[in-house]
Nanobody
Framework: QVQLVESGGGLVQPGGSLSLSCVASGTIFSIYGMGWYRQRPGKQRELVAGFTSGGSTNYADSVKGRFTISRDNAKNTVYLQMNSLKPEDTAVYYC?????????????????WGQGTQVTVSS
């Protein structure tokens, strides 16, 4: 069974740092794009940072210069280093990936979401 599992959320004071990890597991042939989204209270889910299929990165304007996305292709893992955190960064953070995988029905290209990890920035 293919799944994305996030870890690393928690409570941090304003100005602090957190690092999130997301591991893709299962029978995966290729990963086209991988990134992080967040859903703040009362808001729609939004892109935070991501890798395109070509390997370039993009960031939400609100996190540029503070967050860094990286990946380890050998481990099917994507990371999000979050520095200088602000209260408005409080959200549930979700990992997202478009992957070519093996399912019960054979090979398939699908978009997967992780279960989400809570990040709370508060003093």
């Amino acid at each position: 069974q293919v799944q994305l599992v996030e870890s690393g959320g928690g409570l941090v004071q304003p100005g602090g740092s957190l690092s999130l990890s997301c591991v893709a597991s299962g029978t995966i042939f290729s990963i086209y794009g991988m990134g992080w989204y967040r859903q703040r209270p009362g808001k729609q889910r939004e892109l935070v940072a991501g890798f395109t299929s070509g390997g370039s990165t993009n960031y939400a304007d609100s996190v540029k210069g503070r967050f860094t996305i990286s990946r380890d292709n050998a481990k099917n893992t994507v990371y999000l280093q979050m520095n200088s955190l602000k209260p408005e960064d409080t959200a549930v953070y979700y990992c997202n990936a478009g992957m070519r995988v093996l399912t019960d029905s054979g090979r398939s290209t699908r978009v997967y979401w992780g279960q989400g990890t809570q990040v709370t920035v508060s003093s």
